[in-house]
């Protein structure tokens, strides 16, 4: 089965640093993508970054990296120079290449607090 | 540039009356995705729209939950005879179908539902 673990239900990290957001995962398939997604407090999912199996580097968005360890199946988010609009929500997603399959599976998500 | 839009914001009901939900997405968009989420855990998938076409379906989506969109535009999900334990977000996404795995999803701000 299917399944998104994030051990991490809360984090502190100070203004300016950096923090890292642990996301391991557990599928069969050879084939998947990984993303991270932002929720604030308004609510709204806010995609940060994808992943794809079989990409060789790791995927970078400004000041979002994704440090992938498929041996390990983990997709840990790292996030640099934080900032105080960081707070927020995480979650860490997959998605399966398997025919018509469209579900996002989830994590059940990181709460982020920056400090100033 | 709009985003995609969920109406109402908060809906309160009382156990077993119907509500009926709206999303419109993100115009060009031609997929359309709802998600529930509960306090403290991630989305869940329920269905999605390619077009008008409904092409998947969760199992968690019982008999009394219904969704349309009609004309590949806007979409409603309705809940029939509501429980308490429906109470929860419920989240919209659209998306430009091009690739496969690395699709990102644009979310709304959700619908808080909220059964006494």
């Known amino acids: 089965a299917q399944k998104i673990t994030q051990t991490q239900p809360g984090m502190f990290v100070q203004e300016k640093e950096a923090v890292t957001l642990d996301c391991t995962y557990d599928?069969?398939?050879?084939?998947?993508?990984l993303f991270w997604y932002k929720q604030p407090s308004s609510g709204e999912m806010i995609f940060l970054i994808y992943?794809?199996?079989?990409d060789q580097q790791n995927a970078t968005e400004g000041r979002y990296s994704l440090n992938f360890q498929k041996a390990r199946k983990s997709a840990n988010l790292v996030i640099s120079a934080s900032q105080l609009g960081d707070s927020a929500m995480y979650f860490c997603?997959?998605?399966?290449?398997?025919?018509?399959?469209?579900?996002?599976?989830w994590g059940l998500g990181t709460s982020l607090a920056v400090n100033p | 540039d709009t985003g995609v839009s969920q109406d109402p914001r908060h809906k309160i009901t009382k156990r077993g009356q119907n509500v009926t939900f709206r999303c419109d997405p993100i115009?060009?968009?031609?997929?359309l995705y709802w998600y529930r989420q509960t306090l403290g855990q991630g989305p869940e998938f329920l269905t999605y729209?390619?077009?008008?076409?409904?092409?998947?379906k969760s199992r968690l989506l019982s008999d009394r939950f219904s969704a349309e969109r009609p004309k590949g535009s806007f979409s409603t999900l309705e809940i029939q005879r509501t429980e308490q334990g429906d109470s929860a977000m419920y989240l919209c996404?659209?998306?430009?179908?091009?690739?496969?795995?690395?699709?990102?999803?644009?979310f709304g701000s959700g619908t808080q539902l909220s059964v006494l």
């Open positions: 992943q794809g199996s079989y």
């Open positions: 996404a659209s998306s430009l179908a091009q690739g496969s795995l690395n699709e990102k999803l644009f």
């Open positions: 599928t069969s398939d050879p084939s998947y993508g």
């Open positions: 115009s060009e968009h031609n997929r």
């Open positions: 997603a997959m998605r399966r290449n398997a025919g018509n399959n469209r579900k996002l599976i």
């Open positions: 729209f390619q077009n008008e076409a409904q092409l998947e």
